[in-house]
């Protein structure tokens, strides 16, 4: 079997968003699964010294406005969220307890609701009382992802996973590898869909 695309994501990036519109589709017509990662950005932007490119004046305009393009490009609903970013821990502890627990395919079905619910309906996942109600609209066990959330077990499980993607070279999200190869950012679709296609170029 061939190897999965690892793609790393999180939950307030509108890029990860609109990846995580196109990766499966794009897998499929080549034989692949895709190996979803949730991870924090703001741990690997520590990890590398960066920040986010909203936290730049001269870039924020143009960020927002790309973000919105892009899911035009991609032929996808985005309405930019307000506030935005937003701390995702709690999202992504709910991600790795369903990835854990019921498998890939619960986990990403979570990570579909939960990027459609922030950057199509404003959804504030980082608050609790709405991201419980989420959890219950999405066909989970609401009480039982609230007590994910808050369980030190899946707060280690989310440390280890951003310690995970920093030791891999993520270091921004989306951020994908195919076949040991580092891809990052929403606009490299083209350049996967070349790897998949014929290999290393």
């Known amino acids: 079997m061939r190897s999965p695309i690892d793609f790393f994501f999180d939950f307030s990036s509108p890029y990860s968003y609109v990846a995580n519109e196109w990766i499966d589709a794009l897998a ?3 034989g692949r699964m895709v190996r979803r990662h949730a991870i924090l950005l703001g741990v690997t932007f520590q990890a590398a010294e960066l920040k986010s ?3 730049y004046p001269l870039k924020r305009e143009y960020s927002l406005r790309d973000f919105a393009r892009s899911a035009r ?3 996808v609903p985005f309405v930019m969220p307000e506030p935005f970013p937003i701390p995702t821990q709690n999202a992504a502890r709910v991600f790795w307890w369903l990835h854990d627990s019921q498998g890939a395919d619960a986990a990403a079905q979570w990570t579909r ?3 459609r619910a922030y950057f199509v309906r404003g959804v504030p996942l980082h608050e609790p009382a709405a991201l419980k109600a989420l959890a219950g609209e999405s066909g989970l ?3 039982a992802a609230e007590r994910a959330w808050n369980d030190p077990h899946w707060k280690d499980r989310l440390r280890a996973a951003n310690e ?3 030791a891999a070279g993520v270091f921004g999200a989306p ?8 891809f990052w950012g929403n606009d490299r679709k083209p350049q996967i869909e070349r790897v998949l296609t014929s ?3």
């Open 28 to 30: 499929a017509r080549h």
């Open 53 to 55: 490119p909203v936290a």
């Open 73 to 75: 490009h991609e032929g």
């Open 113 to 115: 609701s939960a990027f």
């Open 141 to 143: 066990d609401a009480d």
């Open 164 to 166: 995970q993607a920093i």
């Open 175 to 182: 951020f994908f590898i195919v076949d040991g190869e580092p």
């Open 199 to 201: 290999g290393p170029f």
